[in-house]
């Protein structure tokens, strides 16, 4: 039961706006039951929580993965995102308190009702779970970022050819009776028979996909994304993404990691697979994988079928 002289706090009571000038966050009381003695410098009366969105410092993860990688925060695209994230946990964490806080500027004291109360506690979960998600984005984002592309041990540096052979420089009697020229031709003639090194599987197949992908994007190839997933993809990062049935998308380092991992969670999980290449703009779906991880469907095979092949070649 309320307690003698407890008011019963009603969420029409409690307003949540947008303080322009100082671009704030701010809750205020509204109603007429509670008697309003105290306030927050600057700002109007019946506000009790204030949250500047500018002053929100980033997780310190993210702060020390900043640090570790060399790659600034706010270099990433959800660096603003992750911000606002936050202060919407906050905010939303203040909403479950509001009884406590009002309590120290307007009386009598005051309550939720059970059945809002847990309304507003699924509220601040599902943002905690939120600013989860993209301080991973950014940290995915940000590792990305530092990655430095590795020298394939199967090419030879590109120096020349007397550089690599230093003691098997010509004599002077060699380069008295041969010309310059013609020693220089003869290791052009040499170089160019040199067989280039053979393309791994993992390459040929990158290509493939990566000009499919090119093609459906500027023939617009029509698209059938996951329920959900087009909206939830414009929040997110440019990258590869895997989408295990209407699930939210999660991000991949590149096409290559995204199909290996898609194939595989179909297969242990008996779950539709998706995976998506995002450019921000258009996306495009580059597998579909069925129960067992067999493929069912291949952009490649998409724009045969729609008449564009020729464009992927």
Not at 7 to 24: A, F, G, M, V
Not at 218 to 247: C, F, N, T, W
Not at 281 to 290: A, D, H, I, K, S
């Amino acid at each position: 039961m309320t307690k003698k002289h407890e008011h019963l706090l009603s969420r029409i009571e409690i307003r949540r706006y947008h303080d322009k000038p100082t671009n704030s966050v701010c809750l205020k009381y509204v109603g007429t039951a509670l008697d309003v003695h105290d306030e927050i410098y600057g700002f109007p009366e019946g506000v009790f929580f204030v949250c500047s969105i500018d002053d929100m410092p980033f997780p310190p993860k993210l702060i020390g993965i900043s640090e570790q990688t060399g790659i600034p925060i706010e270099a990433t695209d959800v660096s603003r995102q992750v911000k606002l994230a936050a202060v919407d946990a906050l905010v939303s964490e203040a909403m479950v308190k509001a009884p406590q806080m009002l309590h120290e500027f307007a009386s009598p004291d005051c309550r939720w009702a059970p059945w809002d109360l847990r309304e507003f506690e699924r509220q601040h979960v599902i943002a905690v779970a939120r600013m989860v998600e993209l301080s991973s984005i950014c940290e995915r984002e940000m590792r990305l970022r530092a990655v430095k592309i590795p020298i394939d041990p199967g090419l030879a540096p590109l120096l020349p050819p007397m550089a690599l052979r230093p003691y098997e420089r010509p004599s002077r009697a060699f380069d008295d009776v041969v010309d310059a020229d013609v020693v220089e031709t003869i290791s052009e003639t040499v170089e160019e028979k040199e067989p280039a090194a053979p393309e791994s599987p993992s390459q040929s197949l990158s290509k493939r996909v990566d000009a499919a992908v090119r093609a459906a994007r500027e023939s617009e190839l029509p698209q059938r994304l996951p329920h959900g997933a087009r909206r939830a993809l414009a929040k997110m990062v440019k990258s590869a993404y895997v989408i295990k049935g209407d699930g939210p998308p999660s991000v991949r380092g590149d096409l290559l990691e995204a199909m290996r991992d898609g194939e595989k969670i179909a297969a242990s999980e008996k779950s539709e697979v998706t995976v998506v290449d995002w450019d921000g703009e258009w996306p495009v779906v580059v597998r579909r994988y069925g129960e067992g991880g067999r493929i069912v469907y291949r952009v490649e095979e998409a724009l045969r079928r729609a008449g564009v092949e020729g464009k992927a070649a």
